[in-house]
């Protein structure tokens, strides 16, 4: 290992130390010429390399992100603190935000996913408010390939290892693959929180003499500097990078979660500002804290709680050591916040003071081993503007092909034993859905829902993306992305009201790659401003390359929606026979990027159709129905196409459906956006029809013969649900166990 | 009445048990955290699930050691009503006031799911208002709920119809499908299926208000 002591300012100069940590030669000159106006020493330099990464400072992606549409009149908080906060009324707010965990967990599955989980909890309680949920949204190559169904296998263990333990359910999510995750998985976690409006707190640390207080696990030399390990692109043959990886204690968290929210609520008058210790550990949360209140800080690394001996002063602040927060309290009052956490059986220390000279100063054995200005660690980071260039492959496109289906049950068959299709619950059974008992929607279902304990509100979330989509056409793909998610939350009875995000691409300095961000951001904030439906917090994953080969553009929406009401609430499932099923929406040949697409030609390609007026009307007319109480059951029409969303609403009550739809056996399979399938009563048929007018389509009735038998235009679709079930619902463990 | 709900360090379904009792049994419930040294006035106790002390070194191993625990033992040698559920079942196996241990789920994956269990015995404070052999919906998440008990004490928990539920369809790999059993006396119920969950009807079962009912009359009475 290198001795810092012997690396001094002239040899990180000499040597181009700094780059090895990312920093740029421009970069570096401007630190030392511009802001230090001398050379900075290792540990500076260190800090500078944390906190300019990408991943702490968006100097890539802020261009971009500018472009989001952040408004509305529920926002209380916007993106820029660790979570968004949204007003849900009576006094009450919501709180969400979403974080990629990609790198980590290709490199150690288990903890990568793991701290993913908690690292998004801490944001949610470092608002303030109680963590009730959370979903995830998984992306892996094939599962032919054993390292797939490895990665798949302890991504699952991970998230349920750590969410189970702490408390949290874990009420939905996806999971879709593809050969272009292949050595890149994604996987996104968002964190759902509800407080008190009068409960919000900051991340700040004003007040000079004010004390830094250092809260949780003790600082180990996991993770150093893992802020620049998730900015760079991997190649396989330098994937053992574990020292960049964390390791996860939910019991930590789960005591920090219970003493942090009895200070930010019973001791508000005394807490100046919390945040946690994520990415660039130490240094970028009380820098930012300091920061945000035009302030510095005084801290001395001695006093900060070490796991290991001779940690130097690099490695105390850039470390990513899990489950620790840092808190600013009024000078004076130390010692009551002392006494919670020691009553929690946790670790607490004043390592410092807010200062009034705005120096970012720390002392380590006495001696001054960083001084610089605590803004230029957080403002001073140089944005790139980066070329967009049009890829050709979005140049000149053609329809995509009509597929010619030979069979019909054979091809129905196939398409729901895809692992994209099949259900999932071999791996949702791994998580605690039910606790904290509010649960009202359960996963498997379009959206999850919890009910607002005290209230007759609940609220629906769920994530989504696709990749295949966006890849066709990023701006139409962003479009479709936010109203996917927003079909799932209307299906369930909530109105969405915003979104969080994670904007997984490849390499920023790819133009091409740049495009296809700059293109779906400016989607995706198109349809938000439609929905009333703000980007209120988010996060940026780039780099996700390996070998130069970039995953599809694959930004994640996390959506909530508020149910005004707990007798709008709507499942997915037709409950029982006799209901009328309709269409909603008009279904064409829409096959580019299906997943019909990918299984007949291996690959992708070809026009996207959206409407997002269209998309928007039959939203509002799902709602009107759901708030008519004219409708037993919604669910969205996704990925697989109509065929796949009637067989899921079959599915949980082992009903079958008898009737006639207007479309050929193709387009069983088509992806055509827009559309919902809806189960009605006799007697609500006619205000039904008079309300939904021509948007909807009457297919059938469903019946006790557990048969689907569908008169289409090109022939008949008969097949036993019980057998489409039971393929539908093993295929997924069935691949996970069966060797390639 | 008043009942009381052990928090311990990682305890994580105590205000889930805490709310059964206060808004669906509206009754008097303290939440005790695991320090406490006295449990005077209580008519009963509820130890809830969650991952107590992380459930690092065995499930309920290091639980049993903590304070309350005397107190607990008393109340029980009293004969009140103590109930353990799910990681509360593990505690009250490892502090030897019920038989048996619970090991692995036979799949060694955590299963959270809706499970039936059958009443095999409806004579006991905790159950005597469901029907005798009734079939309920109860909700279960656990990683470790596999029932494993020697010939001998399995022969004894039949012979003195201490097996209280039992699974319809044995999720985890538990000996005679065992989802719950009581203590000799009839006083302690440990059981890893979690009541507390299915109250309201919104939450998708009420199956499990007769559990708190029952014990609610036997205290009355």
């Given amino acids: 290992m290198e001795k810092p002591k012997t690396i001094t300012p002239q040899d990180i100069k000499?040597?181009?130390?700094?780059?090895?940590?990312?920093?740029?030669?421009?970069?570096?000159?401007?630190?030392?010429?511009d802001i230090l106006h001398r050379l900075p020493n290792y540990t500076e330099t260190g800090l500078y390399s944390g906190m300019w990464s990408e991943h702490c400072s968006y100097k890539n992606s802020k261009p971009v992100l500018r472009k989001f549409w952040s408004d509305g009149s529920r926002v209380l908080q916007g993106p820029g603190e660790g979570a968004g906060v949204l007003d849900i009324g009576d006094g009450q707010a919501v709180v969400f935000k979403a974080e990629s965990h990609n790198h980590p967990s290709y490199v150690e599955p288990y903890e990568g996913a793991a701290t993913g989980v908690g690292g998004i909890i801490r944001d949610i309680f470092s608002m303030g408010a109680k963590p009730v949920a959370s979903l995830d949204s998984l992306r892996f190559g094939e599962l032919t390939n054993d390292k797939n169904r490895f990665l798949l296998d302890k991504v699952v263990a991970g998230i349920a290892g750590y969410g189970n333990c702490i408390g949290v359910p874990t009420v939905g999510g996806e999971i879709s693959f593809d050969p272009c995750y292949d050595g890149n998985p994604l996987v996104n976690v968002m964190c759902v929180g509800l407080m008190d409006q009068e409960d919000i707190e900051a991340g700040r640390a004003s007040g000079a003499g004010n004390s830094i207080i250092y809260v949780g696990a003790k600082t180990g030399r996991d993770g150093i500097n893992g802020a620049t390990f998730a900015s760079s692109q991997?190649?396989?043959?330098?994937?053992?990078?574990?020292?960049?990886?964390?390791?996860?204690?939910?019991?930590?968290?789960?005591?920090?979660?219970?003493?942090?929210?009895?200070?930010?609520?019973?001791?508000?008058?005394?807490?100046?500002?919390?945040?946690?210790?994520?990415?660039?550990?130490?240094?970028?949360?009380?820098?930012?804290?300091?920061?945000?209140?035009?302030?510095?800080?005084?801290?001395?690394?001695?006093?900060?709680?070490?796991?290991?001996?001779?940690?130097?002063?690099?490695?105390?602040?850039?470390?990513?050591?899990?489950?620790?927060?840092?808190?600013c309290v009024k000078a004076g009052h130390e010692d009551e916040i002392l006494e919670i956490f020691e009553k929690h059986h946790l670790d607490a220390v004043v390592i410092g003071h807010v200062n009034d000279d705005k120096q970012y100063r720390l002392i380590h054995h006495g001696e001054v081993v960083c001084d610089i200005p605590t803004s230029s660690l957080v403002n001073d980071v140089p944005e790139y503007q980066h070329d967009v260039?049009?890829?050709?492959?979005?140049?000149?496109?053609?329809?995509?092909?009509?597929?010619?289906?030979?069979?019909?049950?054979?091809?129905?068959?196939?398409?729901?034993?895809?692992?994209?299709?099949?259900?999932?619950?071999?791996?949702?059974?791994?998580?605690?859905?039910?606790?904290?008992?509010?649960?009202?929607?359960?996963?498997?279902?379009?959206?999850?829902?919890?009910?607002?304990?005290?209230?007759?509100?609940?609220l629906a979330m769920t994530t989504d993306a696709n990749g295949r989509y966006i890849y066709l056409n990023p701006k139409l793909?962003?479009?479709?992305?936010?109203?996917?998610?927003?079909?799932?939350?209307?299906?369930?009875?909530?109105?969405?009201?915003?979104?969080?995000?994670?904007?997984?691409?490849?390499?920023?300095?790819?133009?091409?790659?740049?495009?296809?961000?700059d293109q779906s951001v400016e989607g995706i904030s198109k349809a938000c401003e439609k929905f009333d439906t703000p980007v209120i917090a988010g996060n940026v994953s780039l780099y996700n390359e390996t070998d130069n080969k970039a995953i599809y553009p694959t930004p994640m929406i996390g959506m909530v929606g508020l149910i005004e009401d707990n007798q709008y609430i709507t499942k997915s499932d037709f409950s029982e026979t006799g209901e009328l099923v309709y269409v909603i929406g008009d279904t064409n040949d829409d096959f580019a990027g299906s997943e019909i697409q990918k299984h007949l030609e291996g690959q992708i390609s070809g026009k996207i159709h959206f409407d997002l007026e269209e998309e928007f009307s039959n939203q509002r007319l799902i709602l009107d129905l759901i708030h008519n109480h004219l409708i037993e059951s919604a669910h969205d029409v996704s990925e697989g196409g109509i065929i796949v969303s009637l067989l899921e609403s079959l599915f949980e009550n082992d009903l079958g459906l008898n009737g006639e739809i207007d479309i050929t056996k193709a387009q069983l399979f088509s992806e055509t956006q827009s559309r919902y399938v809806v189960s009605v009563s006799q007697e609500d048929r006619e205000s039904f029809e008079k309300l939904a007018g021509k948007k909807?389509?009457?297919?059938?009735?469903?019946?006790?013969?557990?048969?689907?038998?569908?008169?289409?235009?090109?022939?008949?679709?008969?097949?036993?649900?019980?057998?489409?079930?039971?393929?539908?619902?093993?295929?997924?463990s069935c691949q996970m166990k069966s060797k390639a | 009445m008043k009942f009381a709900v052990i928090s311990f360090p990682g305890s994580n379904c105590d205000m889930d048990m805490y709310y059964a009792v206060r808004d669906s049994l509206n009754e008097d419930v303290d939440l005790v955290t695991s320090d406490a040294t006295n449990l005077d006035g209580y008519d009963g106790v509820l130890i809830p699930g969650g991952f107590s002390y992380g459930d690092y070194l065995r499930s309920g191993a290091v639980a049993r050691f903590a304070p309350v625990m005397e107190s607990v033992k008393e109340m029980a040698a009293e004969g009140k009503p103590v109930l353990g559920v799910c990681n509360g079942f593990q505690i009250l196996t490892e502090a030897n006031l019920l038989p048996g241990s619970l090991q692995h789920n036979t799949s060694m994956e955590f299963i959270s799911d809706w499970s039936k269990l059958r009443v095999q015995n409806n004579d006991t404070m905790f159950t005597d208002q469901y029907e005798e052999s009734e079939v309920i919906d109860i909700p279960i998440a656990h990683g470790e709920g596999n029932y494993y008990c020697d010939d001998e004490t399995l022969a004894q928990l039949k012979a003195n119809d201490q097996i209280v539920f039992t699974y319809e369809d044995n999720p985890n790999g538990s000996c005679d499908n065992i989802a719950g059993v009581v203590n000799e006396q009839g006083n302690v119920l440990g059981m890893m299926p979690h009541p507390e969950r299915a109250v309201e009807s919104i939450l998708g079962g009420t199956d499990g208000l007769k559990l708190f009912k029952s014990l609610l009359n036997h205290v009355r009475s």
């Fill in chain 1, 14 to 33: 000499d040597q181009k130390i700094y780059q090895d940590w990312g920093l740029t030669d421009f970069e570096y000159n401007l630190i030392s010429n």
């Fill in chain 1, 234 to 327: 991997f190649s396989t043959e330098e994937e053992s990078d574990r020292s960049a990886v964390q390791v996860g204690d939910p019991f930590m968290e789960k005591l920090l979660v219970d003493a942090c929210l009895e200070v930010t609520h019973n001791h508000k008058d005394i807490l100046v500002g919390i945040q946690d210790m994520g990415a660039a550990g130490l240094v970028s949360s009380s820098a930012e804290m300091a920061d945000k209140a035009n302030s510095g800080v005084d801290l001395d690394l001695d006093l900060v709680p070490q796991r290991e001996i001779g940690m130097t002063p690099y490695e105390i602040m850039l470390s990513e050591s899990q489950e620790r927060m840092l808190l």
């Fill in chain 1, 696 to 732: 909807a389509h009457l297919i059938g009735v469903t019946d006790d013969s557990q048969q689907i038998n569908l008169r289409l235009q090109d022939g008949q679709y008969v097949d036993d649900v019980t057998t489409l079930k039971t393929i539908w619902k093993e295929s997924l």
């Fill in chain 1, 477 to 517: 793909g962003g479009q479709i992305a936010v109203s996917e998610a927003a079909r799932n939350i209307v299906a369930s009875g909530a109105v969405p009201i915003g979104i969080t995000d994670c904007l997984n691409f490849g390499n920023p300095d790819d133009s091409e790659s740049y495009f296809e961000m």
């Fill in chain 1, 389 to 458: 260039v049009e890829p050709e492959r979005l140049k000149n496109v053609k329809e995509a092909k009509v597929p010619v289906i030979s069979n019909v049950n054979v091809m129905v068959k196939t398409i729901i034993g895809q692992p994209t299709i099949a259900s999932k619950e071999s791996v949702y059974r791994q998580y605690d859905c039910r606790v904290q008992a509010n649960t009202v929607v359960q996963p498997g279902s379009d959206s999850g829902v919890i009910r607002v304990r005290g209230t007759n509100k609940s």
